[in-house]
Structures are given as structure tokens and as C-alpha cells.
């Protein structure tokens, strides 16, 4: 008998230093009772610091006066939370390896990143250290661990999931996202969550984004195609579309700009005041995020305007768009900081369509590549994000989780 490997935080170092003393239990009935539930460090929790990654910001922050309402909401639906999670410095990376406190354990794919920025909500997930995890998404900090740690990510339509007592990053980019292992967990999170502007329809379309899987390396693009051969008679009528048909680069630009933009509103008075020990990479993101002008902030604005009425266009109820969720499996921790780079600037030509339309993005265990996970995406409709959630409930058995 194969004994399965027992893990617990410090072997796979998901938890930040400042994390609970004692777990917080939920009401005794409810949709998730019962649940543990890991929370990225962006999260209010009553009585406790939210640090955001930054050992400075900790310091200097004030402990919350009341539960954010994510932790309210999973609280009243029977939760308990049970540990606060590492996230990448400020939330500025998609590998997991921007973080002061370390790079959480990725047990899925031995010796590679786990994604981030939501990178010890991902590595908790794919260690079985609670049932489902809280990260958040605005790059693809949810989309890109997901796909790495080969478990169920969700971003969600931007504004959908109450961020009200939830430490910002880019606001009109920003998203609640989480992970699940369980199909049907996953889904009740959304249940749980998800607020207003709800669009059902049934999906009768699946478009497959050719300049999409374009940029995937040929094994993950491989892999998928072969998941989309054995999901077709769960699949309804499935077509091609070039989603960018100039390129990314120039959505790239724009999402990098207004993110950049929007992140010194909300931290370039205090980072130079306080002149913070940002670590590598981070501290070039902050250096780059300075000299976006204003004018350069409107250029991106007016981009992500196109981009969003193109996606809308897409995209209309009824109607997904198939993608990879990242272009290669997760790269070795051991890669330079010009590979990640590279990685990072590739993932996001993939991750930002979704992000600057504000459309709901669910992505899937789909597949495994040399041994490593590799999700595969749908983005959806504005508001179509339990269609998305049943979905992958239909898909789950196909998985490679």
C-alpha cells in the first residue's frame, strides 16, 4: 500500500509569519461548514494586521477593526479559517518567487515555482492543507498558481466578489479569486461569494483563441488540444477566433500601465517615505510603476476601453473563449531572474484580455506536461461566472488533478 505524503505548513512554508494564533470558526450550518479555508494576506481579519506581503506595511499597519466582507461572507456560510497565506511583495509578480518571506513549496511540480501572486494560497491548495483557499487576481495572480499548482482557479467579474476590508493593489483591475481541489467546492464558493450582476445563459459556443494557444510552448498546446478531444461530447459547438488581431503587445502596454499607474496612486507617497527593502524584481516593478506618466496613464486607459468593448463583442451571453491559462508549465526555482521575467511578460500577453475587460476567467487542472500541471481557461461573459463554475464541474472528470 502507497502511503500518500502528509504535508503541513512548514514543510511547504504557504503561511506567513503573522498567521493566526488560533483558527476562527464559522456558524455551525451553512454552505461551507465544516470548510478550512486559507486566506492570502490581503484580507482583513478582525484584531490582526494585513500585511500585503511587505514586512514594512505589517509593521506599520494598524490591526483591523472588523473582518473584511470576504471573510465575513465564508464565516457566515460555515467556514473556518484557519491561516493567513503568503502572497508576492505588494501582490507585483505572477511566479511566487517575489516574496520576503520565501517561495512556498509547489508540491505538484517538484522543484518549480508555485505562481503568484497568490502563491501560498495555491501551494496550500495542492498540499491538502485546507479545502479551499482565498487569493486574489489581477494580473492573474489566481489564474497563473492554478495552473501551476494543478488545482481549480477563479477570477471572477471584476467587481462581483466584495473587496470592501481587502488590501488593493490596482482597483479597476483588481479581483476576489480563489482555489479549490473539489469540483463541487469550488462551486459553492462562487454561491457563497458572487454578488449581483448575474447573467445566466446556457454556454452554446466555445471559441478556441488560436493566437492564444500560438503562444504556448508546443508540449502545453500539445496536451491541450488532446483535453479538448476527449472533452468534445461535453463541449457544445466549438469554432476558431484570433482574439488580438493586431497583437498583444499593445494590450500588454496598456494593462501594465494602468496597473502600474494605479498601484503608486495607492503606495508611491508611502514607499518613498518610508523607503521600504522591496525585494528584487519587485523593487524595478515600484522603479518602473514611478516613471508611468499621467499622460502615459491615459494612452492605457483609452487602449483598455477598445480592448474591453472588443472582448465585450466576443463574448456575448452564451458564448466563452477557450486559452491556455499559462504558456509553459512552471519554471524550476532555480531560473534567473531575466527568465522570469521573460515568463512573466509572456503569461500576461495571455492573462490580460480577461483582466482589462473585467470578464470572469476560470481555469482547470486540465492536463500534465512532463510530469507538471498545466491549466487550461475559459473566459466568459460579464456576470457569466456560474456558468463558468458549472462547467468546470462538468470538465473536473477529465481533469489531470
Same mark, same amino acid.
Given at each position: ?25 464559522g ?29 514594512e506595511?505589517?509593521? !506599520? #499597519? %494598524?490591526?483591523? +477593526?472588523?473582518?473584511?466582507? &470576504? ?7 460555515? *467556514?473556518? @479559517?484557519t491561516?493567513r ?16 518571506y ?34 486574489s ?5 489566481v ?8 488545482v481549480?482557479?477563479?477570477?471572477p ?14 482597483p ?5 479569486g480563489?482555489?479549490?481541489? !473539489? #469540483? %463541487?467546492i469550488? +462551486?459553492?464558493?462562487?454561491? &457563497?461569494?458572487l ?5 445566466d *445563459?446556457? @454556454?452554446?459556443?466555445?471559441?478556441i483563441?488560436a ?7 508546443e ?24 482574439v ?5 503587445a ?17 503606495y ?7 523607503q ?13 510603476a ?8 491615459a ?5 483598455? #476601453?477598445r480592448?474591453? +468593448? ?16 499559462t ?6 526555482r532555480t531560473?534567473?531572474d ?15 484580455p ?16 512532463d ?5 487550461l ?7 457569466g461566472?456560474e456558468?463558468?463554475?458549472a ?11
Open positions: 500500500m502507497v502511503t500518500a505524503p502528509v504535508y503541513d505548513g512548514d514543510t511547504i512554508g504557504c503561511f506567513v509569519p503573522h498567521d493566526l494564533a488560533r483558527p476562527i470558526v456558524a455551525a450550518a451553512g454552505p461551507l461548514a465544516g470548510r478550512k479555508v486559507a486566506v492570502k494576506d490581503l484580507y482583513d481579519i478582525a484584531g490582526e494586521k494585513t500585511g500585503g506581503g511587505s514586512p506595511w505589517l509593521e !506599520d #499597519a %494598524a490591526p483591523a +477593526a472588523r473582518h473584511s466582507i &470576504v471573510v465575513e461572507k465564508l464565516l457566515a456560510a460555515g *467556514a473556518t @479559517i491561516h497565506t503568503i502572497p508576492d511583495e505588494f501582490f507585483f509578480s505572477l511566479t511566487g518567487t517575489h516574496s520576503r520565501g517561495i512556498p513549496v509547489n508540491v505538484r511540480a517538484p522543484g518549480r515555482v508555485p505562481g503568484g501572486s497568490s502563491s501560498g494560497s495555491a501551494a496550500a491548495m495542492a498540499a491538502g492543507l485546507c479545502d479551499l483557499a482565498m487569493g487576481d489581477t494580473g492573474g495572480s489564474r497563473v498558481p492554478a495552473s501551476f499548482c494543478g481549480f482557479g477563479m477570477r467579474t471584476h467587481g462581483r466578489v466584495d473587496l470592501t476590508g481587502g488590501m488593493a493593489m490596482a479597476s483591475l483588481d479581483t476576489g480563489w482555489f479549490a481541489n !473539489d #469540483a %463541487a469550488f +462551486a459553492t464558493v462562487g454561491e &457563497v461569494l454578488d449581483g450582476a448575474r447573467v *445563459a446556457n @454556454i452554446a459556443r466555445v471559441q483563441a493566437d492564444g494557444f500560438a503562444l504556448a510552448d508540449a502545453v498546446r500539445t496536451a491541450l488540444q488532446g483535453f479538448l478531444t476527449r472533452a468534445a461530447g461535453l463541449l457544445p459547438s466549438v469554432s476558431t477566433v484570433t488580438a488581431p493586431d497583437g498583444f499593445d494590450w500588454l502596454a496598456a494593462f501594465r500601465n494602468v496597473q502600474a499607474h494605479e498601484v503608486m496612486a495607492l508611491g507617497a508611502w514607499a518613498a517615505k518610508r521600504p527593502a522591496f525585494g528584487p524584481g519587485v523593487r524595478e516593478r515600484f522603479r518602473y514611478a516613471a508611468v506618466t499621467v499622460a502615459m496613464a494612452t492605457a486607459r483609452a487602449m483598455r #476601453a480592448v474591453r +468593448a472588443h472582448m465585450h463583442a466576443l463574448v456575448p451571453p452564451g458564448t466563452i473563449i477557450c486559452l491556455p491559462t504558456p509553459t508549465i512552471a519554471p524550476l531560473a534567473s531575466a527568465e522570469l521575467e521573460n515568463f512573466r511578460l509572456a503569461t500576461l500577453a495571455l492573462t490580460s480577461a483582466g482589462l475587460a473585467g470578464l470572469p476567467q476560470v481555469t482547470l487542472p486540465a492536463v500534465r506536461v510530469g507538471c500541471p498545466s491549466g481557461s475559459f473566459i466568459g461573459w460579464a456576470g461566472d456558468a463558468l463554475l462547467l468546470a464541474r462538468r470538465l473536473a472528470p477529465l481533469c489531470a488533478h
